[in-house]
């Protein structure tokens, strides 16, 4: 008998909701969750937590206020187009950015009170039988779920690459003072310089916002310099502090999440929308899937279909959108005719936040917006 039913490789909120998933799916579930640092712990991020991902946790027993508590809801979105189209309207839900000290450490007691085990341990490798999988320090499971994010350990040992040039990207994120922004008010601020690039403020409510620059790696790398210089650029206002570089793999690049008794969710299986660079709503939604199918019969069977079923169809559409998006017109007709039309606006804040879809409204609004600049 393997020494637990599921090992989860990673406690971030990808691996909490697999924890979560498997114990309600299965309250007599031996689960283990294992992360390398100590909580709580920082993890670079934007911080945004869309009202989706909150509906997940709440559907697996987890009191979303109390995740959020502290937190001013955000009620607006001004999205600034790479040539300067603007739309800033009120969303249709509200959000909430939560530092992820703060988050993940909130998410983690609540998988430990539903009867996860917590161990502070460095994975470094694995090797998977017919049975079971063995880790590094001797650990054995039925099945284990890489939720060690984007430099995954668990990716690497199963032999999966990272996603090829152009659906990687790399952000710079930092602290500052919230003041010029509005109060609950996020912003997106799209350049056609190295497109497709963006920077971001999200304030948290407290006075402060997390702030940040990110754009897709191409062949010739980028430098911490290079997006300081362009989070600078977009934002003069800003004074970060706390600057740190993370990459972002992106779901254009994902690969297959099933492999035999090993599932890969979030960020390790490449779960981030390639539109905003969210991805905690595709972390708890994978991880909750993967959860209980890793104490079903036919885990990566079971954990393939789900997936499918629940993100599928969405991920198609974001896969479309972002090839549409290949040069910054399409985005700038977009922005430009979601500026005056609500139901537009809402399509795209769900399908860049969410688990939206486009539709044939949508499109036909903006290629008559881009019809009309180009004329």
Request: proline content about 6%; hydrophobic content about 45%.
């Amino acid at each position: 008998m393997a020494d637990t039913d599921v090992a989860i490789v990673g406690a971030g909120p990808a691996g909490c909701a697999a924890a979560l998933g498997a114990l309600r799916a299965r309250p007599d579930a031996r689960v283990l969750l294992i992360d390398a640092a100590a909580f709580p712990r920082d993890k670079v991020c934007g911080d945004g937590i869309a009202p989706q991902a909150l509906d997940v946790l709440a559907a697996l027993g987890v009191d979303p206020d109390g995740l959020v508590a502290s937190s001013a809801p955000i009620a607006r979105l001004r999205l600034c187009s790479p040539r300067g189209a603007v739309a800033a309207r009120t969303t249709v839900r509200t959000g909430f950015v939560v530092p992820r000290t703060v988050f993940d450490e909130r998410l983690v007691r609540a998988a430990v009170a539903a009867g996860a085990v917590l161990r502070r341990h460095s994975v470094r490798g694995l090797s998977i039988g017919d049975r079971e999988v063995v880790l590094d320090d001797g650990t054995t499971a039925g099945v284990v779920i890489g939720a060690d994010g984007a430099e995954s350990v668990v990716r690497r040992a199963i032999g999966v690459r990272a996603g090829k040039s152009g659906t990687v990207a790399l952000a710079i994120r930092g602290y500052a003072p919230a003041d010029p922004w509005p109060t609950g008010e996020q912003l997106l601020r799209m350049t056609a310089t190295n497109w497709p690039a963006y920077a971001w403020v999200f304030p948290i409510g407290d006075g402060s916002a997390n702030v940040g620059y990110g754009e897709i790696l191409r062949d010739t790398p980028l430098s911490r310099a290079h997006l300081e210089q362009r989070l600078h650029a977009l934002l003069p206002d800003a004074r970060p502090t706390e600057l740190r570089a993370h990459r972002l793999p992106l779901s254009t690049g994902r690969p297959a999440v099933a492999h035999g008794r090993v599932l890969l969710v979030g960020d390790a299986a490449a779960l981030i929308n390639p539109l905003t660079g969210e991805g905690i709503f595709y972390a708890v939604a994978s991880g909750a899937l993967a959860g209980a199918a890793a104490v079903g019969a036919e885990p990566a069977r079971t954990y393939e279909r789900a997936l499918d079923a629940r993100l599928g169809r969405h991920l198609r559409h974001t896969d479309f959108a972002a090839a549409l998006t290949r040069t910054p017109r399409l985005i700038d007709a977009a922005v430009a005719a979601a500026a005056p039309d609500q139901r537009m606006f809402d399509t795209l804040v769900d399908l860049g936040l969410g688990d939206g879809r486009l539709d044939t409204r949508s499109l036909l609004r903006t290629a008559r917006h881009l019809l009309t600049a180009y004329a």
